[in-house]
Each structure stands twice: as structure tokens, then as C-alpha cells.
């Protein structure tokens, strides 16, 4: 569509991952947007409060970055001139699922090792570059306006941090992308509108998280990830990032006591997982800073796409819809995906626009949650229903992960989807199924011609 073409006012509610994403796309069909965020908006990659998880460690996906490219050119390049790691996601990261280690070898799954902070500030940078696109920052959304009848959003209410005078922004289109603590089914329900039904499972873990200096050749990984269990409920994550660190995790998931926080004592959690590398790392590494915990909050779908009325005119995106355990670290591109869909959706025109929208999310997410969630309700401890399917897919995934750490292919087949770049039933493709009925013995492995990309700042 040319500049010219470009018609109307979107606002978009929410200036993270989500919000940002999705002002990029409408940059392309709208004439104006403005997107409205509570929080002072810093110019430095540092936390703030309106995005507590920033603390705890981030990776970006395959499928994440490569929706990020394709969004911002160059955005791998720059992010690595800046120090974040790009990383093979099989052959640079240890990768240790209920107690089996994958087998490590290149296969071209490329993700991007970097703070949170420093890719929403890049991506924030590269969003207000483009010209019809506004940021107001300490503004906070208090609801919807609507037509006389509330059959189409007409704009938002929000109120100017510190101030006492709310104002009212007229639109075409409202985005909300106030994440996982938003208030749009509230707003919806204000207007007369039924809330969306919410799946809600809580995956009751801790996160308990701090950053250590890293300095070259330390380790011969850019990731480390050993995931919590039923039979061994904590685990850990280290992953390189920008600013010569490395941003830990410890878990503790499914009910189990929290990890230590203790700035001490904290590197000693790590002596109980199935691989002693992070334990190792971290006993020599210098801690920059003390732990910070945080309870994980309960994972939320929201049915938008079954809502019997809807709105012309509204749309949520990002965890806003559905926010889950970030044990795949899959929200941001989800996030992404998201904004992917909502570009192509656009592309066929506005009539509809909400309906279209969310049940091709709705697609986006079906994955993602029934890998996080299926997880979850591995754990007694963890409220829900067990279907067959949940059933079925745990036993089967618990079997991959046996062969996973035999056979290159399997746990390539693994990486794929939960890297949102397979579907599901390249888990089933005959190659893996064979492969995990009946492990064997494992593929032979080519001799390494060079050593891994190590994990040096
Ligand atoms: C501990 C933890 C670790 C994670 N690790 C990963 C990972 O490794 N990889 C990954 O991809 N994902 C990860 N995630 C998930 C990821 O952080 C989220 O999916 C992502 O941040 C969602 O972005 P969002 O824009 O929807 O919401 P958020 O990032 O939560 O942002 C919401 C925004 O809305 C603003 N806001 C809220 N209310 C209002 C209001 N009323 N008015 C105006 N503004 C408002 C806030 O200030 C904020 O800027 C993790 C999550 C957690 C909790």
C-alpha cells in the first residue's frame, strides 16, 4: 500500500513487545498511530515497572527472529553489533529435558541470545523511526468509547499520569496490547459486551533470577537450559546477553519450593540438575547484583474468538490474549506471530477485521499453549483437566526426549516446533516416530571440523 493509500487513526494500548509489534504493522495500512503506555518510557536498555518479568531471563526464538527480520531488517545484525549472541538454538545450547541431554549439533535454528530491555528499546527505536506513529508515554488507558448503539469502538479514554483531567482520543481501530494483567474484557463488559471465556492453569513456579559477568572462554555454550521435571522439579537457565553477561534462572516448578535467594548460597541450586556445566559456570563467575524472585502468574487464555458479539473496531494482541509459562520462552514470538497475522489479515481489508483477527490468532496460539500447558499439568501439584490428548502428548513427548538425546533428528524435530517453525505433527513424521518407538542405538555423529560457537563476551 502507498503512503498515499494509508487511511484512518489506529491506537494502540500497551508499548511492549506486543504493542510495538503491532504498531508496526498498522504503520503500513494507517495514516496515524498512537500508542498510549503508563510508564515513563526509558531511552536506555533498562528495566522498568510496567515489565517486572525484564529482570528474568529472555531468548528469542527461531521463528521470533525471523518475524523480527523480516519486520526490521537488519535487526539480528544490529542487536549482535551491540553484543547480543545470535545462537544456533541445537548447536549452541545445552539443552537437558527431563533429565536427557539433546544431542548438539548444528541445524540452522537461528535464535537471538538477548535482554529483554535491550530488544524492546531496539525494537521501540525502530517503531518511532516510522513517521506516522506517535508514542505517549504516561498515559494510562482507562476504557473504550463507543457509537450510541456500541455495535463500533470509536476511541479510548486515558489519563495523563499525575494528572486529574481524562481525555478522549478518537479511532478507527483500538489495539490493546496491555499484557497479561490487561483490563480489555472489563472495558468490553462496560459497554454491555460478555467478558471473553478464559482458560486459566497455574503453573505454580518460581523464578528466581540474576545476572553474572561473562568473560571469554568460560563455556562452550551460548544457553544453557536444564527443565524442570516431575521427577526432578527445578531447573535452570543460563543464557548469554548483551553487556558481557549472562542472565540466570533458577526454577523451581509444579508446587516445588522456591529456589535460593540467598546471593551466597544462590549458584549452589544448580548442583542438583542432571548437567553440572551451569553449576560449574556460575561457582567462578562474578554475580553482578543480587537474585530477584518472582511467583509466575497464573497462565491466561482469553476466547476471543468465541465471543458471540464483538465490537468493530477492537482487537488485543500478545499476552493481553493469552499469557503461559514461559518455560519454552515463547511470548514474544507469539507476540510476533501475532503481529504477522495481523499484517496479512489487514492486507484483505478492514471489513471483519476483529473476526478474521482472532481466530487467526487463536491459531498462532494453539501450539504454544498446549506445549506450555501440557507441561504444567505434568505436575499433581497443578490444577486441570487431564484429557486424552494431554494425556497422550506427555507420555509421547517424555519417549522424544529419550530419543531426543540419541538421534540429531529428533531433537531437531523437538526444536522445530516448539520454536514455532514446524507444526506438530513433524513430530509424528515417520523419521522421529520410528526413532522414538524405539530409540536404538544412537545416530553416529559426524566429527566436529570446528568447535562450537563458544560463548565468549
Ligand atoms: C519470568 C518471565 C520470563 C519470560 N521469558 C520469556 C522468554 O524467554 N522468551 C519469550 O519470548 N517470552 C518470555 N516471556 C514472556 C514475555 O515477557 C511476554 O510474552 C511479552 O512481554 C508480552 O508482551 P506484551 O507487550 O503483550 O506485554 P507486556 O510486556 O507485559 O507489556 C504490557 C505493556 O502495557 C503497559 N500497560 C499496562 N496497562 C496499561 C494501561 N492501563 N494503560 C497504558 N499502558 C498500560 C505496560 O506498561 C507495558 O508496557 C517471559 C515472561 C515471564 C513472566
Known amino acids: 500500500m502507498s503512503a498515499k493509500e494509508k487511511s484512518g487513526h489506529a491506537i494502540v494500548l500497551g508499548a511492549s513487545i506486543g504493542g510495538l509489534l503491532a504498531a508496526r504493522v498498522l504503520s503500513e495500512s494507517y495514516a496515524k498511530i498512537t500508542v498510549f503506555d503508563r510508564d515513563e518510557l526509558p531511552t536506555a536498555n533498562i528495566d522498568r515497572r510496567g515489565v517486572p518479568q525484564g529482570e528474568h531471563s529472555h531468548g528469542l526464538l527461531a521463528r521470533g527472529r525471523q518475524v523480527l527480520e523480516e519486520l526490521f531488517p537488519g535487526f539480528a545484525a544490529d542487536l549482535a553489533a551491540t553484543g547480543a549472541v545470535p545462537l544456533d538454538i541445537q548447536g549452541d545450547v545445552v539443552w537437558i529435558n527431563d533429565g536427557h541431554r539433546l544431542v548438539r549439533t548444528p541445524t540452522g535454528l537461528q535464535g537471538l541470545a538477548v535482554s529483554r530491555p535491550a530488544l524492546e528499546s531496539y525494537v521501540r527505536t525502530r517503531v518511532l523511526e516510522l513517521p506516522n506513529v506517535e508514542l505517549r508515554a504516561r498515559h494510562e488507558a482507562l476504557g473504550l468509547l463507543a457509537t450510541e448503539d456500541r455495535g463500533r469502538i470509536t476511541g479510548v479514554r486515558v489519563l495523563p499520569v499525575g494528572g486529574d483531567e481524562e481525555q478522549r482520543h478518537e479511532a478507527e481501530l483500538v489495539v490493546d496490547a496491555t499484557g497479561r494483567g490487561n483490563r480489555g474484557p472489563t472495558w468490553l463488559a462496560e459497554l454491555g459486551y460478555d467478558k471473553p471465556v478464559e482458560d486459566l492453569v497455574d503453573p505454580k513456579t518460581t523464578y528466581v533470577s540474576r545476572n553474572y559477568r561473562r568473560t571469554p572462554g568460560q563455556a562452550d555454550f551460548t544457553a544453557f537450559l536444564c527443565s524442570p521435571s516431575p521427577q526432578q522439579p527445578v531447573g535452570g537457565v543460563a543464557i548469554a546477553a548483551e553487556g558481557d553477561r549472562w542472565m540466570v534462572t533458577m526454577i523451581a516448578a509444579g508446587g516445588a519450593p522456591a529456589p535460593i535467594s540467598d546471593p551466597e548460597t544462590y549458584h549452589e541450586y544448580a548442583k542438583q540438575f542432571a548437567g553440572q556445566e551451569m553449576y560449574e559456570l556460575l561457582s567462578k563467575a562474578e554475580p553482578l547484583g543480587p537474585p530477584h524472585r518472582m511467583r509466575l502468574p497464573v497462565s491466561v487464555r482469553r476466547r476471543y474468538e468465541h465471543m458471540k458479539r464483538l465490537p468493530i473496531g477492537f482487537l488485543a494482541v500478545a499476552d ?14 507469539v507476540a510476533a506471530v501475532e503481529a504477522a497475522v495481523l499484517r496479512d489479515e489487514l492486507a484483505k481489508g478492514r471489513e471483519n477485521l476483529q473476526r478474521r483477527f482472532f481466530k487467526a490468532a487463536a491459531k498462532v496460539i494453539d501450539v504454544p499453549w498446549d506445549i506450555a500447558v501440557g507441561a504444567d499439568l505434568r505436575y499433581d501439584a497443578v490444577p486441570g483437566k487431564r484429557t486424552g490428548k ?20 529428533v531433537g531437531h524435530a523437538f526444536l522445530s516446533v516448539a520454536n514455532l517453525m514446524a507444526a506438530p505433527q513433524r513430530l509424528f513424521a515417520p523419521a522421529v516416530l520410528r526413532r522414538v518407538l524405539n530409540p536404538g542405538t544412537p545416530t553416529p555423529q559426524p566429527t566436529p571440523t570446528s568447535s562450537p560457537t563458544p560463548a565468549t563476551a
Open 320 to 333: 493481553a490474549v493469552c499469557s503461559f509459562n514461559p518455560a519454552y520462552g515463547q511470548g514474544m514470538t
Open 390 to 409: 494431554v494425556k497422550f502428548l506427555n507420555g509421547y513427548v517424555a519417549k522424544l526426549h529419550v530419543a531426543a538425546a540419541r538421534h540429531p533428528q
